[in-house]
């Protein structure tokens, strides 16, 4: 059966749209099938192949009529269902990666019954299991990315629980990315006002986990989650929710962790946020251009090109090789990942900006103009001599001509 479902997979990748008449007849089948297997879990390989037939059967009608997702909807929710009441744990974490590639199908909002089961997906008891874990927040993130709006208005009550998930995760070391995932949908996605009330213990948790437990993966995500905030929220928006939790804490955040790590961060995605976020502390954070936190701009600005123009700094700390091993309980059922439910890479600023460092320039050519003579001095005080040659080719690759003459004195 293992063989036949293979040439299945195989024979549906080449066929592609020319097979999408004959799809239905093998849904239904395979939902037989699945329903008859699931009381005796016993094959993996025939159980995996059998998920990722289902998944290569969404995408391929899916693509060719997006509105064919209700149809698999009604063909799979029942034989769902029964694996999530019965827990059948071999097969749960196949069914939230099939449900998030049938919810991401949808263009609009969330159709009321995977908001009856969102509840569900928050008990603690599926999170105790490191086998569900990935798949459980993926399906999380389509639900934010789908139907924010509508948690925000008829699950406002359920958000302490989506938070108190973030919690749990991020105290694990094994799992503290998959946190990181949950919170940055959440802030990306989330209505502002919905979230105002959670923010600012949002980022005690994480410095308690920073003082308590620092790694270099944490710190990574840390990053990337402190520069999409600024993004969403704005510079200053940033700037006092640290002063907020501890006076000066902005300037230790910058000095002790956003300068010298940003070169740590890895993932082209990743980058551009970090790259984005530290424009905008740059260049759109008044504290930065007339307090103490002045000292800090240039080091900013330094430690911004390091990422734009140098290797990935990828050293990790011996005693981090087995936080993996150390932090995952006695065998549990593993995450096994379908390949045919992938999902995209998302660019959270693709549409506000395609390249970074154009953006800088364009940025301090802003900023140059509206505060005159103060961006040269800044520039001229620390930036070494090779930062300084590959920002005056950003200003010309974005024709900032004033901005050029302004910071570099070119007459």
Known sequence: MKKHLKIILRSFSLLQEAIIPYIPTLITQLTQKLLAVSKNPSKPHFNHYMFEAICLSIRITCKANPAAVVNFEEALFLVFTEILQNDVQEFIPYVFQVMSLLLETHKNDIPSSYMALFPHLLQPVLWERTGNIPALVRLLQAFLERGSNTIASAAADKIPGLLGVFQKLIASKANDHQGFYLLNSIIEHMPPESVDQYRKQIFILLFQRLQNSKTTKFIKSFLVFINLYCIKYGALALQEIFDGIQPK???????????????????????????????????????????????????????????????????????????????????????????????????????????????????????????????????????????????????????????????????
């Open 249 to 411: 804490m902005f300037g230790m955040v910058l000095e002790k962790i956003i300068i010298p790590e940003i070169q740590k961060v890895s993932g082209n995605v990743e980058k551009k946020i970090c790259a984005v976020g530290i424009t905008k502390l740059l260049t759109e954070c008044p504290p930065m251009m007339d307090t103490e936190y002045t000292k800090l701009w240039t080091p900013l600005l330094q430690s911004l090109i390091g990422p734009f123009e140098l290797p990935e700094d990828d050293t990790i700390p011996d005693e981090e090789h087995f936080i993996d091993i150390e932090d995952t309980p006695g065998y549990q059922t593993a995450f096994s990942q379908l390949a045919f439910a992938g999902k995209k890479e998302h660019d959270p600023v693709g549409q506000m900006v395609n390249n970074p460092k154009i953006h800088l320039a364009q940025s301090l050519h802003k900023l140059s103009t509206a505060c005159p003579g103060r961006v040269p001095s800044m520039v001229s005080t620390s930036l070494n001599a090779e930062a300084l040659q590959y920002l005056q080719g950003y200003l010309q690759a974005a024709q900032c001509d004033t901005a050029l003459k302004c910071i570099f004195l070119i007459g």
